[in-house]
């Protein structure tokens, strides 16, 4: 399974940009997905996570309202929408699918160990 992440660059604050996570290998349309990111010196974190079947989306309390995550199966791509992008947002951001695990909650879907395979990372930053 290979995911290729796309999409990311240099935006002013309160800018848009839209992520793409291009997932081969296998049926992509059986994988939960998840978004990460990380700023320079601090630790990764979760931003949204979608189900298998898009009917489920979690996110952030610091993204809520501002990104969307989608997927279009017949693709097999994922996307995250940001919208009202802020400084705070720069970070490489990772999609991230799950085969070991099919979580049903949020606290699930936000811990990085429930994800088997990742991109390379996108860089996002926003400029205040």
């Known amino acids: 399974v290979q995911l290729q992440a796309s999409g990311g660059g240099l935006v002013q604050a309160g800018g848009s940009l839209r992520l793409s996570c291009a997932v081969s290998?296998?049926?992509?349309?059986?994988?939960?997905m998840g978004w990460f990111r990380q700023a320079p010196g601090k630790e990764r974190e979760f931003v949204s996570a979608?189900?298998?079947?898009?009917?489920?989306?979690y996110y952030a309390d610091s993204v809520k309202g501002r990104f969307t995550i989608s997927r279009l199966n017949a693709e097999n791509t994922v996307y995250l929408q940001m919208n009202t992008l802020k400084s705070e947002d720069t970070a490489v951001y990772y999609c991230?699918?799950?085969?070991?695990?099919?979580?049903?909650?949020?606290?699930?879907?936000?811990?990085?160990?429930?994800?088997?395979?990742w991109g390379q990372g996108t860089q996002v930053t926003v400029s205040s």
């Open positions: 991230a699918a799950q085969m070991s695990f099919y979580c049903s909650a949020y606290g699930c879907y936000a811990k990085e160990d429930k994800y088997d395979y």
């Open positions: 979608i189900s298998w079947s898009g009917g489920n989306t």
């Open positions: 290998g296998r049926a992509f349309t059986t994988y939960p």
